[in-house]
């Protein structure tokens, strides 16, 4: 294949992300031309894992869903030649876009994202088009890796300590930390050094960001002057700053796609199938056992056959909707729908948990030092990224460092914070009220109403999250058509802690911004009252309250709803080994199982949960004895 032709194919890939609604980026065709031509080995399309046209009737495995965990697994599954694996992927494949770390805002609301869209709510993002949030999630191989920022945080070991204490052994910290390892490629040398907590030479980079701007230093100075230590989040101790280590590779996004499925495409027994939209799972009703799928490809309907197990690995939304839609949930649910009940599992859809912050606090500094997207983004830098591999672009939208605090609803002793503050040398306004606007929903309105006026103006960005919410929200499906989108309950800000603990993490923000190490720069919180609290007097607990209920911003973690737990817990949808109860030859393994969120970005443990998924399944199928009879007490109703 000639340049000329990966030129052409590459600009076509671009056009059909531009021509879905994200807009027009001009400087996309000089960066994909730049990027064919001095990176034609890296990015030429037969690069792509080859899809599979006629999928033979069975295989050993099926996996639904190619994201973080479905890759991993699909890797570790064909690692055994007497297997057959096939992966269905209801997306298709990366493109160049999505390689560079800068345009990661871009894809939202493109054709890789579903578009989901939670029900209306009056406790949160009330900024947002319909009083609805936008729930961004990657219908492409690769998944979510594939649209997020890239960021790899493990979470807190109390996190792992927790999920054994409620009966699921083999969980704890110590257990699961071989399996972070396991993947992991640390290319930072001062943290492979550490071999106790970092591994090298596993199949997923993990780098330190190419370009970081003066602010990144100063975030960390500011810890400091906090009273945090500056630490390795990932390591011993997480309370405390540190530069934010991303899954990139040579300054490219580093998806699982790119890190776990790229690397098997010539396996001889691994198959993979896009454009492949399951639709339920084939469940005898007698014996109770999955024996294979039906999906859409084509525009037909195909069944294929799973001699051993199917695994879901869709995600937290669609995993539960295809345990519901194959007879697997709520019983009432399910009955209203019409759906036969295989197996009343109240569980699923239930327990839905999701980190949130508050977006649009900025600090206006008094220096051109920030990412600004009409001056970072040009034809130079776009040069640079293709012929150096650094720059601007390499930048996750000014995710530079990050912070985890404790507010005086933690316990200060115990290394457990209950916030986690993104820093960031931009911030909402830095692309003058375009593409973070639109990935973030927010409307026209309330928009120009409160950024207006500093578009495009050097800031700096802190997004405190709240780590562990009390509130839980759900999952119900709209029908029993597999193409309807379910119905999404955020359910945010509905118990009283996170109000409370949410609300000391954005005071504790804009004391941060009073640091003298930001006060250097010039740095000021800007305190526009929101259209909706301004009746409240500024800087009280009243109007903070009000305001985390307007810009609402989600980071994208929905987790926990096909929770594991052991057989006496009734909510639990899997065992600790991720079998679903009352049904065998299933498995889901993704970040639905887990029956608390982690402490942070949850990218790298849903890559763990895969790590540790695919070890089970092999001592189920490798030992002498797999030939017995495998059947799961059901949960005590």
Known sequence: MSVATVVSTAIKAATVLLGSGIGKITIIPVLIVALAYFNYDLIDPENHPRVTKQLKKDYDFVIVGGGSAGSVLANRLTENPEWSVLLLEAGGHETEITDVPILSLFLHKSKLDYKYRTQPQDTACQAMVDRRCCWTRGKVLGGSSVLNTMLYIRGNRRDFDQWKSFGNPGWGYEDVLPYFKKSQDQRNPYLARNIRYHGTGGYLTVQDSPYITPLGVAFLQAGEEMGYDICDVNGQQQTGFAFLQFTMRRGSRCSTAKAFVRPIQLRKNFHLSLWSHVTRVLIDPESRRAYGVEFIRDGRKEVVLARKEVILSAGAINSPQLLMLSGIGPRIHLEQLGIPVIEDSPGVGQNLQDHIGVGGLVFPIDYKVSIVMNRMVNINSALRYAITEDGPLTSNIGLEAVG????????????????????????????????????????DEFYDYMFSKINNHDVFGVFPMILRPKSRGNIRLKSKNPLDYPLLYHNYLTHPDDVAVLREGVKAAVAFGETSSMRRFGSRFYDKPLPSCKHIRLYTDEYWNCALRQYTMTIYHMSCTAKMGPPDDPMAVVNPELKVYGVDGLRVIDASIMPTITSGNINAPVIMIGEKGADMIKERWMQPSYFRSDNITAPAS
């Open 404 to 443: 985890f605090i404790s507010t005086k609803y933690a316990n200060q002793s115990n290394d457990w914070p209950d916030i986690e503050f993104l820093l960031t040398s931009s911030s909402t306004n830095s692309d003058g009220g375009s593409y973070v606007k639109n990935a973030h929903c927010l409307t």
